[in-house]
């Protein structure tokens, strides 16, 4: 319980970052001129402890060890796509690498998520 307590209030800071990038820009003196540069600091900084906390509260147990990073991967890659997504209503003009981006994450996401569950269903199968 404890854990998935932890892993919601690391998804809240990280929900809070992605909506108040500006904390973020000031606080490490980064560039947030652009509207891409806005929809950057979302999904780097925001997104991935949306995705951090996610995984957290997710997680049944470190073993395997392939669920667990595959696990982190695709709470990251949803996180961080999130955020951008945000980032897209909220700051408008996403430029094609952003495009690049959000369809590389939603690909990871999705490949992942996949081999989790043929993972799961065969194990369950053998016992």
Request: charged fraction near 15%; include cysteine.
């Amino acid at each position: 319980m404890a854990r998935r307590v932890l892993g919601l209030v690391i998804v809240a800071i990280g929900a809070y970052l992605a909506l108040a990038p500006l904390v973020v820009a000031e606080a490490l003196g980064l560039p947030h001129e652009r509207p891409t540069q806005w929809i950057n600091l979302r999904a780097s900084w925001g997104g991935t402890l949306m995705g951090i906390g996610a995984f957290i509260a997710w997680l049944p147990a470190l073993r395997p060890w392939s669920r667990s990073v595959l696990g982190l991967l695709m709470w990251a890659m949803i996180g961080i796509g999130a955020a951008r997504l945000v980032g897209f209503i909220r700051d408008g003009s996403p430029d094609t690498r952003q495009y690049v981006w959000i369809t590389a994450e939603v690909v990871i996401a999705g490949l992942c998520a996949l081999v989790i569950s043929r993972r799961s269903r065969s194990s369950t199968l053998r016992s």
